[in-house]
């Protein structure tokens, strides 16, 4: 299956800092999606973005598939957006394949 | 809007026991998948359906099956239950035959430990 490589595996911010979060994946991608997971084990979806760029708020994700990463832009960050943010992509399977994470920590 | 259900929420076993994960999926959604994550880990892919047919099929062991039933909700059954199933086992749906959009929704999963 495809690898899906995200770095950096931990990152620690002071609250009002911007990040980040890079993906790397090793094949052609029809579906890219990018998670948080909270404190309760939910996975919240942020973006579905096989490529292109969007924004939600303090949240911006661009894909640039030819290229074979995604990046996940967190602005004005804040306590609640702690937690593990995964991506995760597929190719021609039904399966999405995640990354390992990275594991935000916001501190007041 | 509705989202992916799992029930139980959280489940407690015995080793060697079984168990049954529900799961139904977001209202039109035609495939489901199951994922496992283990502690500290990412999630990953069990099996999935597609029309109430097995579409893939990942690392799932023998020892656990599944389905998808006429209304779309699926059940995963688990039998001989190991410590190393203690795990957090998600369940998504999406829109199987869509090529230019099949993002996946997941459900809030299962809290499976054994004893």
């Known amino acids: 299956g495809i690898q899906v490589e995200q770095s950096p595996p931990d990152l620690i911010l002071q609250e009002g800092a911007n990040s980040t979060l890079r993906c790397n994946f090793s094949d052609s991608v029809n579906n890219l999606q990018w998670f948080h997971q909270n404190p309760w084990g939910q996975l919240i979806n942020l973006f579905y973005?096989?490529?292109g760029t969007k924004q939600n708020g303090r949240l911006s994700a661009t894909t640039v598939a030819t290229e074979r990463y995604s990046l996940l832009y967190i602005s004005s960050s804040q306590t609640t957006d702690s937690g593990v943010y995964f991506c995760a992509a597929k190719t021609g399977a039904n399966n999405l394949f995640f990354g390992t994470g990275t594991r935000l920590t916001v501190i007041p | 809007a509705a989202g992916v259900i799992q029930s139980p929420r959280h489940l407690i076993k015995e080793k060697r026991e079984t168990a049954t994960l529900k799961c139904y999926p977001i209202?039109?959604?035609?495939?489901v998948y199951w994922y496992q994550q283990g502690p500290g880990q990412d999630p990953q892919f069990l099996i999935s359906?597609?029309?109430?047919?097995?579409?893939d099929k990942g690392s799932i062991p023998d020892r656990f099956s599944a389905q998808q039933f006429s209304d779309y909700h699926s059940e995963l059954n688990m039998s001989s239950l190991e410590l190393g199933d203690s795990a957090l086992y998600f369940c998504?749906?999406?829109?199987?035959?869509?090529?230019?959009?099949?993002?996946?929704?997941f459900g809030p999963g299962t809290r499976l430990t054994v004893l």
């Open positions: 359906f597609y029309e109430k047919m097995q579409s």
């Open positions: 209202p039109r959604h035609d495939t």
């Open positions: 973005i096989p490529s």
């Open positions: 998504a749906s999406s829109l199987g035959l869509a090529v230019t959009y099949n993002e996946q929704f």
